[in-house]
């Protein structure tokens, strides 16, 4: 199970970083009519979900920042931002540094039980599983608003 687990996280990550860091940047920060957020909140909430799925932010992780989750929380949106959102290109980073952390957690913790089920999991590996097609889900979200964006 654990090989399984690192291998999907390091493809799918692998592959969301690359199409972030590949995008031009004067696209990120448009929203396309009827979307509720652009690229810049998709990436940021990638990074806070996944922070919240493997680390227990913002109660049990500092790594990133504890605002992060007013502004890339599900529900959020960028027209409710202030100026002191982090940048795009901060965010990426924090995605990269983030990768390393996760794929240090030790294949023992996958098989964990959770205090309580959530999303339907029942195990830590459950979970970070979730959060595998989370991420994925947000990739084509990103795909999906910049080749509108660029049409």
Sequence with gaps: MSEVFYKQFDMARSRFIKRVQDLNPEIV??????????????????LTVAEQFFFGYPTKSTNIPANYKEF?????????WTDDVPSYSVLVKQLEEQFERVTKIP???????????????????????????HEAMHLGQIQTLARLIQA
Excluded: M, R, Y
């Design 107 to 133: 294949p023992s913790q996958l098989a964990e039980k959770l205090e309580k089920p959530f999303l339907g999991c029942d195990t830590f590996g459950e979970l970070a599983a979730f959060g595998i097609f």
């Design 29 to 46: 920060e448009i929203q396309p009519k009827g979307f509720n957020n652009n690229i810049h909140w998709q990436v940021g909430h990638v």
């Design 72 to 80: 890339f929380g599900g529900g959020t949106k960028p027209q409710d």
